[in-house]
């Protein structure tokens, strides 16, 4: 019988705990000893607040009485045992904790280790995404005080974890995404225990998926890597090509995305070379700036740039130069702070200024400029990217693309990688040159199904609605046996029975020819209008205006009294997930 343990310190968020809890209680199911680990409140910072969460609300001064309370009952919706953190930690320890995380000079902070653990290393993550910067300021006294007390989170839980697998036996752990704060901490001490850990996150590219990485962060390359040696020479079916393709064009219309949309309707009557006053007959370069805060400063992820405002500047520089090529760096909309975070106000100011200063033949496009991303696509002859999703999605349309950071398209033999700041010059160059734009695209395809719809698995025993509203599709536990779902079964095998995450081909799979493969990209070639969907184009000004009622009539139910409208609002809400479902 295997031992699971379920490290969870913000079980709180239901988007979290209904895909861990699922998989936690169909391993007990399986016969499995589960248990989870929760924070009891004793941690002074964590990622259940950031500084740079929407309104720059203040840390509440009853977060850990609210977030204990909601463990607690998002654990009981399982039935699943569970132990506080707190239990493996003494008062001693404590104190001396915070005596040393009081007690560093301000130049020590950022490489502070503690119990021999690089501390500072491993919470340096959410310290960025707390203040949405890079690197951290530390001669703000706001940062600084926020640095300590992850540390001294970090190094209750390197305590109080380590005494835990000291005292219960654990074979297998299951996390979410390993990369914040103490769920990196957490992460590291797992593996240095020689135990098996799936890290768990809500899917990047696929709505109805969801992420699990053995053995690995969420950020981490290598899980995918692993996946495409085995089948990245498989050729699609014409089915899986047409469902790569669909998914292209749902993400051209923000459709079944799961995560915000950030681009404008397309303006398909308007080209963008004439709305930006670009030159007709020069090479169109479009530069896609990514928000980077969630993977600067990671050893993992190490690129030819530690910086990307750098490799921004030394393209821009090269562009100066040339009068055959044009440059559009269309800045993330992400960081204008309209989804989910605010604004990121150090890099907004460098391309403020940058947007100033650029030469004749170059454009700045701001995060809030309505802009649509695919337009620019579709325009461009080349894209440039610091690792944005928009690569795979530039390679898919035909075009070369070149790769200056970390992305798990960076597998692909056609993706033009920046080797070193002194060779950019040359990457750039190679990319003007001649390809072969179809088997650069047969590639990128390959890539696309492969990551969203296959290394994503599958996960309909959950429904997302609004990005982070949850549902559970399922009553009891007749859903989570053996049998009844093929991700379940894959990820309790790799947990408990040490099985493999991912099918490997099978003897069909490998003697499939190209046939299908060339077949539709012949098609595509011939077909310019494949990826519009001019039906739902004829019905966007009826969603505009239907949108636009629907916002108008929510702040009106929201204005009645007593609270009856959030009330009412909540209550069909259920109506709708029962509805959609």
């Known amino acids: 019988m295997s031992n699971l343990l379920v490290f969870s310190p913000y079980a709180t968020r239901p988007h979290f705990t209904a895909y861990e809890g699922t998989i936690a ?47 607690k009952a998002r654990i009981a919706e399982f ?39 690089p501390i500072a290393e491993w919470v340096q993550s959410s310290i960025y995404s707390y203040f949405r ?8 006294w706001r940062v600084v005080n926020a640095y300590r007390g992850f540390l001294l989170s970090g190094a209750l839980v390197s305590v109080g974890l380590r005494r835990y697998l000291e005292t219960h036996p654990v074979d297998c752990a299951l996390l979410f995404n390993g990369r914040q704060s103490i769920t990196r901490v957490a992460f590291e001490l797992l593996r240095e225990a020689n135990i098996r850990v799936l890290t768990h996150e809500m899917p990047f590219y696929q709505s109805g998926h969801i992420m699990v990485k053995p053995n690995a962060r969420c950020w981490s390359n290598q899980p995918f890597a692993d996946f495409w040696r085995d089948w990245g020479n498989i050729p699609l079916t014409r089915v899986a090509m047409q469902e790569t393709l669909k998914w292209l064009v749902d993400r051209r219309y923000g459709r079944n995305l799961s995560w915000f949309t950030y681009n404008p309707s397309v303006n398909f009557n308007v080209t963008l070379r004439s709305h930006l006053k670009l030159t007709e007959g020069k090479k169109l370069l479009a530069l896609f700036t990514s928000s980077t805060e969630e993977t600067a400063g990671d050893t993992e992820l190490e690129s030819a740039y530690a910086w990307q405002s750098t490799w921004v500047q030394d393209v821009l520089d090269w562009v100066r130069k040339r009068d055959d090529v044009e440059l559009v ?80 398209y960076e597998v692909g033999t056609h993706i033009i990688k920046v080797r070193s700041r002194e060779t950019l010059g040359e990457d750039l160059e190679r990319s003007l040159g001649s390809f072969s734009a179809r088997e650069l695209r047969r590639e990128a395809f390959r890539m696309a199904y492969y990551y969203a719809f296959a290394f994503e698995l599958p996960f309909p025993l959950v429904s997302v609605f609004r990005v982070m509203d949850v549902k559970r599709n399922y009553s009891g536990t007749k859903a989570l046996e053996r049998g009844q779902d093929e991700t379940l079964d894959h990820i309790c095998n790799y ?19 190209l046939a299908e493969e060339d077949a539709f990209l012949e098609w595509m070639e011939k077909t310019p209008d494949c990826l519009r969907d001019r039906n739902y184009e004829r019905l966007l000004p009826i969603f505009k205006t239907l949108r636009g009622m629907g916002r108008m009539t929510k702040r009106a139910i929201r204005k009645m009294p007593f609270g009856s409208g959030n009330a009412l609002l909540q209550a069909g809400q259920g109506f709708y997930r029962s509805f959609a479902k």
């Open 495 to 513: 947990l408990l029975e040490t099985g493999p995450l991912f099918d490997s081909p099978t003897a069909a799979d490998k003697t499939r020819s």
């Open 329 to 408: 760096i269309r800045v993330h909309p992400h960081l204008s702070g309209g989804t989910g975070l605010t604004r990121a106000f150090d890099e907004f100011s460098f391309y403020e200024k940058m947007k100033v200063s650029a030469p004749s033949n170059t454009r700045v496009i701001m995060p809030d400029e309505p802009l649509n991303s695919y337009a620019l696509m579709s325009e461009a002859d080349v894209g440039l990217t610091f690792g944005s999703t928009v690569g795979i999605e530039m390679a898919m349309l035909g075009k070369p693309v070149v790769l200056a950071a970390r992305n798990f």
């Open 25 to 71: 209680k169909a391993c007990q199911v399986r016969g499995a000893t589960v248990e989870y680990l929760l924070c009891d409140g004793l941690l002074p910072e964590c990622d259940m607040h950031w500084d740079s969460f929407p309104l720059h609300h203040p840390r509440p001064l009853d977060i850990c009485e609210r977030c204990t309370a909601g463990a």
């Open 79 to 117: 039935e699943l045992p569970y132990k506080w953190l707190g239990e493996f930690i003494t008062k001693s320890e404590r104190e001396e904790a915070f005596v040393w995380a009081q007690g560093l000079a301000v130049s020590e902070i950022c490489k502070a280790t503690y119990l021999t653990y």
């Open 133 to 140: 910067q890079f690197p951290a300021d530390m001669s703000n």
